[in-house]
């Protein structure tokens, strides 16, 4: 059972943006705080940025300024403005509750940022 679908992702030159989004099934959306994590291969994935259910954000000291979370509690949907990338957010993106779930994990959507 699919429970995240993130989209969005590409090729961008260095000081570019991107806006990420995540479908989500309404029952883990709903009562979690969701947060969008990454993953560059060999290394372990990490939590980028969360929003909470009441719109509390908070992100990673290394994207801090240049992203924005949010989430459309409606359309059970989760955003990540992306901008000023650098080549070190090179990585596949992925969205999943706070603290992440297993059964959660999507396929993530890869995102390049190289000149």
């Known amino acids: 059972q699919v429970q995240t679908v993130e989209s969005g992702g590409g090729l961008v030159q260095p000081g570019g943006s991107l806006r990420l989004s995540c479908a989500a099934s309404?029952?883990?959306?709903?009562?979690?705080?969701m947060g969008w994590y990454r993953q560059v291969v060999g290394k372990e994935r990490e939590l980028v940025a969360g929003v909470s259910v009441g719109y509390r954000t908070n992100y990673a000291d290394s994207v801090k300024g240049r992203f924005a979370i949010s989430r459309d509690n409606a359309k059970n949907t989760l955003y990540l403005q992306m901008n000023s990338l650098k080549p070190e957010d090179t990585a596949v993106y992925y969205c999943n509750s706070v603290p992440a779930r297993m059964d959660y994990w999507g396929k993530g959507t890869l995102v390049t940022v190289s000149s």
């Open positions: 309404v029952r883990i959306f709903s009562i979690n705080t």
